[in-house]
């Protein structure tokens, strides 16, 4: 700016930092409490503990996981054609936010994504980790229906492959290696010999369901026998009551109550979810007969959907009881009758399975030898108390013509990437480019297919790979900006934007290279400067910097940037009051779904208020093939591809979802009910809608033309005008 003769913006004021800050760190909006204190906080240190506050918050890892998952192209069907469920995904999606909110190195992080069951072995978070290999999508019929040994099979495993060559080396080191698949790399210095080394990394791992324990967090996992679970008796309608409860031995503050679905293939029905209840309640008691209950969760009022084989989280809230009853109040189908049925009923209190071995009783019971008993429902059955997280495996029970591989496949130099025309076969390697760092991996022959990914992880993660450092840090600094110092993220070679501050880069990557890789502190780095602190106010048309830099590049004031899709459907949740900020565990279905050969979901048949609709969305299970409408038109990310930018656009769709989606329409409703138990008169009414909105006062002409605006249209047609603001949109 100097050189140029510019000079910064003045910083931005209180409300409008604090509501930056909280908005980049967290995707929700502060408290009016929040702004109030920080806003009167005259101390000189007010910024940086407002800072450090919001980076401690769990909220923090929920936020920027989801930059990572758009970075991964993390989805949770397999897309294609036959795009079919994922049920276990979101074990990593829960890894990512976690890692997160504990600042877990970077180097870390990138090796247990890569290898962590190799590089660090007896930890659950080395299996989950390797979500990311398996993150984007997987062609199912090329895979489970198509016959060993044909052309196809051999293209569908090459493409596979290339996914995973393509994912790895785009988000860790910012090539474009799979422009090499066909022939030498065009711009950049790849040759084909180092993409088809790359493959080799992964030829021996396919992506599938892999086994995993839950060690040093959840205390209830143990390994006994392998039995079914509690199963009641058959009837022949489906709308009545069964229930089985535990008794734990004397009064105990219920942290947590998990459901494990039995697991049975039986008479059609495929295996997951066999018997879990339609609709069904939890409640808690210190009386064996309950007829006096604490209601822990209530679901009888529509259909539960299937878990599948996840299980189910429900907080205890720290009730306080003996007894723990559930209650299914209308049946799972099995052959035109109707059963009751749950593989584990678990208890936590500090983390521990109160419920373990505990006794059981129920309404009625079928005691089927080894499999189906009351006992078997508290036995913490290994197939039930260990997880599955859907990640790179090399063993798994295979489908059809899906099989594990028994050692890496070979792979072979392609003449023009053709499967026909294997050439060289090739051993294990990376780029050559890199004159600090060897591109030939030095493995025994007897190396398992782990010790490849974990070559390629430690060359990934070296200090001396300049690639890695600089990818991440201007990753970072996009998310704060809006855009990176190399605005092409993915892309660092010679087709992609040169750095605008190359100085700068290099200095942001040493920095946190050599300071531990800590998240925390290169956030802070980037949110405590002077930059980051700037008023986004434009300047005349006249002003210099307009004529000098008018993009921007220079950063001579804040960019005024569009929230996400996910922020804002937050935002409209935390506003009405009603957001549910449970954390982790299965993803919310906001879609009909039918299991049919192909697949088939709609968005349509999921009510506004239905089960899971009030979780943040970095909860939402994503479908690949048929986007959610309302995260489609507001630029949420394509789960198909990977998606370092998110582009921001400005159609009539947008405004038509913002006006007319059922889902708006609903949190208008609670938003206007909320003011209304909240306030009497329509100018009160406004000024807490903008108090929770927008975060400050309306001034007098607004608070007049809202209150007339409510008084002709209603009070949720006022809040659904609030959330189609430019204010409520955009942040400065």
Not at 50 to 78: C, I, M, N, Q
Not at 156 to 176: A, E, G, I, N
Not at 354 to 360: L, M, N, R, S, Y
Not at 449 to 462: F, H, S, T, V, Y
Request: glycine residues 8%; proline residues 6%.
């Amino acid at each position: 700016m100097q050189g140029k003769g510019l000079s910064p913006s003045p910083d931005a004021d209180r409300r409008t930092l604090i509501r930056r800050l909280t908005f980049d760190l967290h995707g929700l909006p502060p408290t009016l409490a929040e702004i109030k204190a920080f806003t009167n906080d005259a101390s000189e240190e007010a910024y940086e503990r407002l800072v450090d506050r919001l980076l401690a918050s769990p909220r923090y890892g929920e936020r920027w996981a989801r930059h990572w998952l758009d970075v991964v192209h993390y989805g949770e069907t397999h897309g294609y054609d036959k795009d079919k469920l994922r049920t276990n995904a979101w074990p990593y999606r829960d890894w990512v936010i976690r890692s997160f909110n504990e600042d877990k190195s970077y180097t870390r992080f990138a090796k247990e994504q890569l290898a962590g069951d190799v590089l660090y072995p007896g930890t659950s978070d080395g299996i989950v980790a390797l979500g990311l290999i398996a993150a984007g999508p997987w062609d199912f019929v090329g895979h489970v229906e198509l016959r060993e040994g044909t052309v196809d099979k051999a293209i569908t495993r090459s493409l596979d492959r290339d996914d995973m060559v393509h994912t790895v080396m785009s988000t860790f080191v910012s090539t474009t290696a799979t422009c090499a698949r066909c022939h030498d790399h065009k711009f950049d210095p790849i040759p084909q010999r180092d993409y088809y080394q790359l493959q080799t990394v992964f030829a021996g791992v396919e992506r599938a369901d892999r086994s995993y324990e839950d060690v040093g967090t959840n205390k209830h996992i143990t390994s006994t026998a392998n039995t079914l679970g509690y199963h009641s008796k058959i009837t022949d309608t489906k709308d009545q009551d069964k229930w089985v409860q535990v008794d734990l031995g004397k009064p105990h503050n219920i942290e947590e109550i998990l459901l494990y679905p039995a697991h049975e293939v039986f008479g059609g029905h495929p295996g997951p979810g066999f018997g879990f209840p339609i609709r069904f309640r939890i409640e808690a008691s210190n009386d064996a007969d309950f007829q006096a209950a604490t209601s822990i969760a209530d679901h009888t009022n529509q259909d539960y959907q299937s878990p599948q084989d996840a299980p189910q989280r429900f907080a205890g809230k720290g009730k306080r009881a003996r007894y723990v009853r559930v209650t299914a109040t209308q049946l799972f189908e099995r052959t035109k009758d109707w059963i009751f049925a749950l593989g584990e009923l678990v208890v936590l209190e500090n983390g521990n399975n109160i419920a373990a071995q505990a006794p059981v009783t129920a309404m009625d019971t079928i005691e089927a030898g080894g499999a189906w008993g009351m006992r078997y429902l508290t036995d913490v059955a290994a197939h039930r108390g260990g997880r599955m997280v859907y990640a790179a495996s090399s063993s798994f029970r295979g489908s059809g013509n899906f099989t594990a591989p028994t050692k890496p496949r070979p792979v072979h130099l392609l003449a023009h990437g053709d499967v026909k025309q294997p050439l060289d076969l090739m051993t294990a390697g990376a780029l050559s480019c890199l004159p600090t760092l060897s591109h030939h991996f030095e493995l025994p022959p007897e190396a398992g297919e782990g010790q490849r990914r974990a070559a390629l992880a430690n060359w990934i993660a070296d200090k001396d790979n300049p690639l890695t450092w600089r990818s991440i840090v201007n990753r970072v600094w996009q998310y704060h900006f809006g855009r990176g110092l190399v605005d092409t993220p993915n892309d660092f070679g010679r087709m992609g934007s040169k750095p605008s501050h190359p100085e700068l880069l290099d200095w942001l990557a040493v920095w946190f290279r050599d300071g531990g890789g800590s998240f925390k502190q290169l956030h802070r780095m980037i949110l405590t400067s002077s930059a980051y602190r700037q008023s986004s106010s434009p300047r005349t048309a006249t002003d210099l910097a307009h004529r000098q830099d008018q993009g921007n590049t220079l950063l001579w004031r804040m960019p005024r940037r569009r929230l996400e899709a996910e922020a804002i459907r937050d935002t409209m949740l935390v506003v009405s009051g009603k957001i549910d900020l449970t954390m982790g565990g299965p993803s919310a279905r906001w879609f009909g779904f039918v299991d049919d050969h192909s697949p088939h979901y709609s968005y349509e048949d999921f009510a506004a208020d239905g089960h899971g609709a009030w979780r943040r969305s970095i909860y939402r299970h994503i479908v690949r093939s048929v986007p959610d409408p309302f995260f489609e038109a507001l630029d949420c990310a394509d789960a198909s591809i990977l998606t370092p930018t998110r582009h921001t656009t400005l159609t009539a769709l947008q405004a038509l979802v913002m006006s007319n989606n059922r889902f708006v329409l609903s949190q208008a409703e609670h938003f206007a009910a909320r003011l209304a138990d909240a306030a009497a008169t329509a100018p009160q009414q406004v000024d807490y809608a903008f108090q929770l909105a927008l975060g400050r006062p309306p001034s007098p002409d607004e608070s007049n033309i809202m209150s007339s605006y409510a008084k002709e249209h209603g009070l949720p047609s006022m809040c659904r005008l609030i959330f189609n603001l430019n204010e409520f949109l955009f942040i400065d």
